[in-house]
């Protein structure tokens, strides 16, 4: 039985893991078996490179080296969590995936798309999500609440001077883009909309895939 996988993507601030953390839930009170991983994390591996790639806001990093470092986590996360969770048939939802190596570093930070989506075809065995929900929201709104959270959690992509508005508005338009090309995939949603309106919005963006 073939499982489902559902990804959460966005830019900073638009509230994708405590979204994924209410969808998980929502999911599993209906009977689910249901698997609640992150990118970059959810495995050994994946958090400490997590830590070298959020952290690390006093080195100098480039968007090709960084995607590398993504994609070794990937290939992790996609072998030892993701793959198989879905060929028991649970469902699969993940705060991240490779769409924010292409919005990220591809859109925002110059790599190409191509090789971005070389490697992530690599990492992944050509794994590709059932359902992406993208939540969106103005660029100004996410980096405010962002900044009206705790220091500690703001990461390299928004304390580094190369991420400023100018990069994370590349990042949006890189998501709106990929999730226009895409339309059966992807799901746009209003992220600066109230949390609980959000989490509904999600659960009918998701709803036909359980139903079916």
Request: charged letters at 25%; glycine letters at 10%; aromatic letters at 6%.
């Amino acid at each position: 039985m073939k499982g489902w996988f559902i990804t959460l993507e966005g830019p900073d601030g638009a509230g994708k893991s405590s979204q994924a953390e209410l969808l998980a839930r929502l999911l599993r009170e209906r009977g689910l078996d249901v698997v609640l991983t992150r990118e970059p994390g959810g495995t050994k591996l994946g958090e400490l490179v997590r830590g070298v790639l959020l952290e690390s806001a006093g080195d100098a990093h480039d968007a090709l080296s960084d995607a590398l470092l993504f994609n070794a986590a990937r290939r992790r996360l996609t072998t030892d969590v993701i793959r198989p969770a879905l060929e028991r048939g649970a469902l699969v939802v993940c705060d991240r995936f490779a769409d924010s190596t292409l919005a990220y570093q591809g859109y925002g930070g110059g790599a190409p798309l191509d090789v971005l989506r070389t490697l992530a075809d690599i990492a992944t065995g050509g794994l590709s999500p059932d359902r992406t929900v993208l939540l969106d929201l103005p660029v100004d709104a996410g980096l405010a609440r962002r900044a009206e959270g705790a220091p500690v959690d703001l990461t390299r992509f928004e304390l580094a001077a190369e991420h400023g508005v100018a990069f994370h508005e590349r990042v949006r338009r890189g998501y709106l883009e990929l999730a226009a090309a895409e339309p059966n995939r992807w799901r746009v949603v209003d992220g600066s909309a109230d949390r609980k309106v959000v989490a509904a919005t999600i659960w009918e963006a998701v709803e036909d895939l359980i139903a079916g």
